[in-house]
């Protein structure tokens, strides 16, 4: 008999394998968790770990940015002191005594650094180094007299913050070193060399203060030494031009007169004479030959410009003359660049010895053609030591026939051999920049000359002559109508004059008829 089973309903429960949860409390267990005491010790201890982590990347960075520094600080240390301080190898340098002239900054014979002024000493005077002639002028400041030298100048006037600190450099080394030369643990030398340095320094300020200070420490620097030798010479020589801008003329007559003693190979009396006698023949010694040259070129702008004429023809027609009695050595092979550089600068001293000769005799009343003579002269030789060092020909390639061809490169930089040279790197630059300038000043000069004629040809050669010296001031040909660029040395004023000479005989040119009068 079949029994009959009444089919339950089945409920369908598509979670019956998960565990049943009661939403009694809708907080879940973790939430629960931590609303028993855990969210807030949580949060701090996570602050705490950010805080250790961003510590710790912080040192790190911060250390990594103080080694760079440190390790750039201390190759620039090192690169002064085993290369810009290095000794002079160079057999020809040594020769023509090109060494004996260089930038001394406490270096010991085998170079670098004197090892007896101490760590600090040594990292002053590099820092010094640094400062002057890697480092930007800056601003102007006020700069006002060392403390430690006496002076009646109270007034302050505007130096550059570049000399002011490094000057601030080198009163802290020489204090150092005074007290360990008065200890005898360092050379005499050493303490001259600082001192000559902190001169150099104050002179370039350029102001009345620094000028005097600069005369005290080549005072200081003079007792040291024993009145002979190249540096007694260049000292007298500088306390001259030193005393000459200060105006004290009778004093800088009489360190000229030293300077010449000591240079002259006659001088046998050890009194100096109070004015200077030009010897008749020129020294042996290279630097002694070039320390004469420079006297002589101061010795003739102060006769030249204190109006006594007469005195100043004699003293430059005896300086020239004395100049081109220097013979160099005969030889199949080419000069060397440290006998070509002295060659170069025996002319440049002749030219400004002419140009001012030129001068002299307009002064005089003498008919212009004997200026314009010496004018020429003077500015083919300013001419020929610029190209020379820059490695340029003497004419311009697009106007090689022209009488007044235009510079071939105002700005051309120096010569491999000169600017890679330890000793000859700065005299050739100053050499270099003075050319240029002289050029310029010359060609001006000339240029009013033929100004003064009135004539038309004379009024063309004057405008070629104005722009040949706006060539050398450092604006190029083609630039003449565009913008302003001054070469180095050139002072903005004395561009201005040069452009208004220029632009004046050029309206003139312009509008004059040929043959008429000016």
């Not at 805080?51 to 960075?61: H, I, N, S």
């Not at 080394?173 to 000559?196: C, F, N, R």
């Not at 002179?203 to 005097?212: F, I, Q, V, W």
């Not at 083919?380 to 060092?389: I, T, Y």
């Amino acid at each position: 008999m079949l029994r009959y089973y009444r089919a339950t309903p089945t409920v369908f429960r598509p979670y019956r394998t998960f565990p049943w949860r009661s939403y009694s409390d809708p907080v879940s267990p973790w939430l629960r968790k931590q609303s028993q005491g855990d969210v807030h010790p949580t949060h701090t201890r996570q602050a705490v770990g950010f805080l250790k982590r961003y510590a710790k990347w912080c040192f790190v960075a911060f250390s990594g940015i103080g080694v760079t520094l440190l390790s750039g600080a201390a190759a620039t240390h090192l690169w002064i002191e085993n290369v810009e301080f290095a000794a002079e190898s160079e057999e020809h340098c040594v020769e023509w005594e090109w060494d004996v002239e260089a930038e001394r900054w406490g270096q010991s014979k085998d170079g670098g650094t004197d090892p007896s002024l101490g760590f600090m000493a040594r990292f002053g005077i590099r820092s010094a180094w640094l400062e002057h002639h890697w480092t930007s002028p800056g601003t102007l400041k006020q700069g006002r007299p060392a403390s430690n030298r006496v002076t009646s100048l109270d007034d302050a006037a505007p130096v550059e913050r570049r000399l002011e600190t490094t000057r601030h450099f080198l009163d802290d080394v020489l204090d150092i070193a005074l007290s360990k030369e008065s200890a005898g643990l360092i050379l005499p030398q050493t303490v001259t060399d600082i001192i000559i340095r902190r001169a150099d320094i104050s002179e370039r300020m350029g102001t009345k203060a620094g000028l005097t200070d600069a005369r005290y420490d080549l005072q200081r620097v003079w007792t040291r030494l024993y009145a002979k030798g190249p540096l007694a010479s260049r000292v007298a020589l500088k306390l001259g031009d030193l005393n000459f801008r200060l105006g004290d003329a009778n004093n800088a007559l009489a360190w000229w007169a030293r300077c010449i003693q000591i240079v002259s190979p006659s001088a046998e009396s050890s009194t100096a004479p109070l004015i200077p006698v030009i010897p008749s023949t020129p020294p042996s010694s290279p630097s002694a030959q070039r320390t004469l040259a420079s006297a002589l070129v101061s010795l003739s702008a102060y006769y030249a410009t204190s109006g006594q004429l007469r005195q100043a023809q004699a003293v430059e027609e005896s300086a020239l003359d004395l100049l081109r009695s220097i013979r160099f050595p005969n030889s199949t092979s080419p000069p060397s660049p440290p006998q070509t550089l002295h060659a170069l600068y025996i002319l440049h001293r002749s030219s400004l010895i002419s140009t001012h000769l030129a001068e002299v005799l307009y002064a005089s009343k003498d008919p212009p053609s004997h200026s314009m003579k010496w004018l020429s002269q003077a500015a083919q030789s300013s001419e020929q030591v610029a190209l020379a060092l820059a490695g340029l020909p003497m004419s311009h390639p697009k106007a090689p026939g022209s009488k007044v061809p235009h510079p071939p490169s105002s700005d051309a930089p120096l010569l491999p051999e000169y600017s890679k040279s330890i000793s000859m790197k700065k005299p050739a630059k100053s050499l270099l920049r003075d050319a240029r300038r002289s050029a310029a000043e010359i060609w001006g000069l000339l240029g009013m000359l033929h100004e003064n004629k009135g004539d038309a040809k004379s009024l063309q050669t004057s405008l070629d002559c104005y722009e040949r010296a706006l060539g050398w001031a450092g604006v190029a040909t083609n630039g003449v109508r565009g913008g302003v660029k001054t070469g180095e040395g050139i002072l903005e004023t004395e561009w201005k004059a040069l452009w208004g000479n220029y632009s004046r005989v050029r309206e003139v040119v312009r509008s004059k008829p040929d043959g008429g009068e000016y």
